[in-house]
């Protein structure tokens, strides 16, 4: 069964201290921290969860809040880039067993993650970045001017309107990070806006993000790296992820179909995102395929389950005990590595063996 998360605290070299989140077991993998951060609101938000189980079946997944964000130091010195990347070299030099270690990074992680490993070739083994970007509007060389006003114009607005979940920003901004989304993870977003951090820390990451430019840095990578970009991305378009892999020596580029910045757990970009993950990782499948985890009966009973059941009912159902159904219950969790009855039922749905069954 899947631990919960275990939270620490290491210091940066300025003094910054820095929430650090642990999952699983196995050798490292470190998420880039970006902003947006809050490690209380990843155990709540179902797709967030999905994400944190599906890497820490093979690793210890170690996550952070960057400085200002969730539940590190929210007081801090005006921010510049080489903070973020400071803030990765404390959790590497913490969590990094001694030993190079792979990074995944995300959006406004992904140009994080590059000057790190450009920096500390040694520390990092493998580079897995998604719908990330090289060089932002406000570093391009021939900036388009309708992303230029669009940019400009989401700063100004985000000054007034980051604070009040009634403003028209959130709603242009939430729309831009999720394309057509469920309405269960707007809401996800918008309480993550108000918990993550302050109007005056969200100003100063959007501007830096807007300023990333770590095209020479691509040019200096000596590990493997996987790009992965969704086609109809809203935030960072895809033709940013495209030159992003260009600039890498040997990156592979994957495109996923998607309208998303965020993937959603149930899409089929996300599943393609974690096989492409996972083999890029040298994690490699169970014999006979992860199905066989789940006998034919664990699988009816979840679906059951599913259905919103109790155990009594499904017992009556099916001619069997409750006890036997808790047991069967029980024994889905495990194999799945989930802790509650939901996130089993969110994995064996996403796998199609609710279907099946």
């Known amino acids: 069964m899947l631990p919960k998360q275990e939270i620490r605290f290491c210091t940066t070299a300025d003094g ?77 030099d913490v969590h990094g067993q001694g030993r190079p270690v792979p990074l995944y990074g995300m959006s406004g992680g992904v140009p994080v993650a590059i000057a790190y490993a450009a920096r500390h070739p040694e520390r990092v083994s493998r580079l897995i970045l998604l719908s ?58 918008d309480e993550r806006m108000s918990l993550s951090m302050n109007t005056e820390v969200a100003l100063q990451y959007l501007r830096r993000n807007y300023e990333m430019d770590v095209k020479a840095d691509c040019a200096r990578l000596q590990c493997p790296a996987l790009v992965l970009h969704a086609r109809g991305d809203q935030m960072v378009v895809f033709e940013l992820g495209r030159k992003l892999a260009g600039w890498i020596p040997g990156a592979r580029f994957v495109p996923l179909d998607s309208d998303s910045h965020v993937l959603f757990s149930r899409e089929p970009a996300a599943k393609e995102f974690f096989a492409q993950a996972r083999a890029f ?11 066989a985890s789940l006998s034919q009966r664990q699988r009816e009973i979840l679906a059951h389950v599913a259905r919103g059941q109790t155990d009594k009912q499904i017992a009556r159902e099916l001619g069997l005990s409750p006890r036997t159904v808790e047991m069967h219950v029980a024994g889905a969790l495990k194999a799945l590595n989930c802790s509650t009855r939901a996130q089993a039922v969110h994995r064996a749905t996403d796998e199609g063996w609710l279907a099946a069954a």
């Open 16 to 92: 910054v201290q820095l929430a650090t989140a642990t999952t699983g077991s196995g050798p490292p993998l470190i998420r880039v921290g970006t902003w947006l951060s809050h490690l209380e609101c990843d155990a709540r938000e179902p797709d967030s969860w999905a994400a944190i189980e599906e890497f820490s079946r093979d690793h210890t997944y170690v996550r952070y809040d960057p400085r200002g964000c969730g539940l590190s130091d929210r007081r801090i010195p005006p921010l510049q880039f080489d903070d973020m990347v400071a803030d990765l070299a404390a959790v590497v």
């Open 132 to 189: 990330g970007y090289g060089r932002a509007y406000f570093s391009a060389k021939e900036p388009s001017a309708e992303l230029l006003e669009e940019a400009s114009l989401l700063l100004k607005s985000a000054g007034h309107g980051w604070d009040n979940d009634k403003s028209v920003f959130r709603q242009v901004f939430i729309t831009q990070m999720l394309g057509n989304s469920a309405s269960e993870m707007r809401r996800s977003i």
């Open 281 to 291: 990782l040298g994690v490699k499948k169970q014999p006979g395929g992860e199905a």
